[in-house]
């Protein structure tokens, strides 16, 4: 018997549910392709991302390095250089050691609503990966709550101080474990499929920190038939 419910517990109609860490490159190309495609489709007042930590230093017992994240750039951006890189530019000690308090910042957020999530999830992603900015920061976190339009920085600070999101971080990391969820990114629909880093395939070279991933297979096509499943428009027992 379980104590956490599973993913799909909570993800109704109309609604997809992420499993991601928001410093995983391929998360941030696939929270890149979800909000991209939903607007190519007009799906943008139909579909909702419901974001869920999958906190990789929990996992890891550890931080993430920054030899790790700067060969994820070179090995990976290409597939998607629109989401927005960059190699790590800031000074070397600005490097954050923890994704927590950016990842409790997008459940704090969805207080304001699922949209207003979403575009702080997006905004911290782009600090990370396209700007250099040390998003293990409680300063740093508030910035960019305060420049995403539509969230209330004042309540994600709050919010942050009295610390009551890292119950819900460690929540979905004893789901992650508990239920089976593979990786960040890790998609859930409201049907019962599931969808582990859609339509990319990688393996790594050497050990993470000294060596480099290989994407091996790339297919962004997989988004419109996910968006369209969560929106109703597509047959569940279609591939």
Known sequence: MTSVPPPQAGTRPGVITLFTDIWCSFAHVAVHRLHTTRRRLGLEDRVRFDHRAFPLELF???????????????????????????????????????????????????????????????????????????????????????ETEGVDAEAIAGGLDDGRARRIITRDFHCAQEHGVRCSPHLYLSDGSDHANPGVAARWHGRYGTGFPEVTANDPSVYESILRRAAGLEDPGQK
């Open 60 to 146: 890891n017992n550890g931080p993430s390095p920054r030899p790790g994240t700067d060969s994820e750039v070179g090995g990976v951006a290409h597939i998607e250089p629109d989401a927005g890189w960059q190699l790590w530019r800031a000074a070397d000690w600005k490097f954050p050691s923890s994704s927590m308090p950016a990842l409790e910042a997008v459940q704090l957020a969805k207080e304001q609503g699922l949209a207003a999530s979403e575009r702080l999830d997006l905004a911290l992603r782009r600090a990370f990966w396209a700007e250099s900015r040390s998003i293990g920061a409680r300063a740093v976190v508030v910035a960019v709550a305060a």
